[in-house]
C-alpha cells in the first residue's frame, strides 16, 4: 500500500491549498482516508477524516476552513484548505485506516504517506 502526498506550498495568510493524496496499491473500498499534521516541536493531530461510505469529519481548529472530496478513479482524496492561518504551517500527512468508520485516533492508520510542506506566512 502506498500513499502519495503532493500539493504544499508557501502561501500567504487567506489564501487557499489543495494538496492531494493518491493511494495505490490495494482495493480502498473498505479503507477510511485521513489528513494529519505536524508542525515544528508539536506532535501530529488529526485534521480530516473521508470514510469509505463517503462521509466527512472535520477536527479543530480547521474546521470551517476545510473540504474534502475524493475521486474514486483515481482513489485520490483532495483537501481544500481556506483562509489559512500562520498557525496552520505544518507538514501534512496522508493516511488509510481499515474501517467503515471514522477513526480519529492516529494509532488506527497503518498506512502513511511521506507528507507535503504547507507554509502560511503572515
Known amino acids: 500500500v502506498q500513499l502519495q502526498a503532493s500539493g504544499g506550498g508557501l502561501v500567504q495568510a487567506g489564501d487557499s491549498l489543495s494538496p492531494s493524496c493518491v493511494a495505490s496499491g490495494r482495493t480502498f473500498s473498505t479503507y477510511a482516508l485521513g489528513w494529519f499534521r505536524q508542525a515544528p516541536g508539536k506532535e501530529r493531530e488529526l485534521v480530516a477524516v473521508?470514510?469509505?461510505?463517503?462521509?466527512?469529519y472535520y477536527a479543530n481548529p480547521m474546521k470551517g476552513r476545510l473540504t474534502l472530496s475524493r475521486e474514486n478513479a483515481k482513489i485520490t482524496i483532495y483537501l481544500q484548505m481556506n483562509s489559512l492561518k500562520p498557525e496552520d504551517t505544518a507538514v501534512y500527512y496522508c493516511a488509510a485506516a481499515l474501517s467503515g468508520g471514522i477513526p480519529q485516533r492516529i494509532t488506527s492508520y497503518s498506512y502513511w504517506g511521506q507528507g507535503t510542506q504547507v507554509t502560511v506566512s503572515s
Open positions: 473521508l470514510s469509505s461510505g463517503g462521509s466527512t
